[in-house]
């Protein structure tokens, strides 16, 4: 009996543990809740576009948990989930000459595609909500729900621009020497 209320304590000291590390997430438990890879890639992207590194490193998270092979279903491809029809026009845009569906899966052309897009749409929208939301539900949605009086009216993407916007943070702090931008 006594070895079952020592378990029994012991669990519950865990999960209390667990649930105060996933309320406040200290640099060491959020470091292991929230992995970090391609840092120098996210890096050098985030300032050649002028966006936070965390930021960034956030959306891979959200997008694809920093699965360079990562395909949804509706075909965007690779960390940040680039849709081809979007990158043809990135690479257009910034001088490509041979833009293979393919090279999504590399995560530096990945990256680099994918943080164009955001600063694009930071810039169009003037608002980093809006710009996360347009990167989740499309630039038609966000305009047309900026028409009806900017409320984000898809759930989901409320909580994907909530959920980017706290791993933002998060990430700035736990990893904030190796995502700095300066």
Do not use: C
Request: overall charge neutral.
């Amino acid at each position: 009996m006594r070895i079952f209320f020592s378990t029994l304590l012991l669990l519950a000291l865990a999960g209390a543990t667990l649930a105060y590390a996933e309320r406040t997430k200290p640099s060491w438990y959020a470091r292991l809740r929230y992995p970090l890879a391609y840092e120098h890639i996210i890096v050098g992207h985030a300032r050649n576009y002028e966006l936070d590194a965390a930021l960034v490193a956030a959306v891979v998270y959200h997008e694809s948990k920093f699965d360079a092979d990562a395909r949804s279903s509706s075909g965007a491809i690779g960390l940040m989930q680039v849709l081809p029809d979007t990158a043809r026009g990135i690479a257009i845009n910034t001088g490509g000459t041979r833009f293979r569906v393919e090279d999504l899966y590399d995560p530096e052309i990945n990256v680099r595609y994918g943080s164009f897009y955001l600063r694009r749409l930071v810039r169009k929208y003037g608002d980093e909500r809006l710009a996360l939301a347009a990167y989740n539900a499309g630039q038609t949605n966000v305009d047309r729900w900026l028409a009806r009086g900017g409320r984000i009216e898809f759930a989901e993407t409320r909580d994907y621009v909530d959920d980017v916007l706290a791993t933002r943070d998060v990430y700035a702090r736990a990893f904030g020497g190796e995502l700095d931008t300066g």
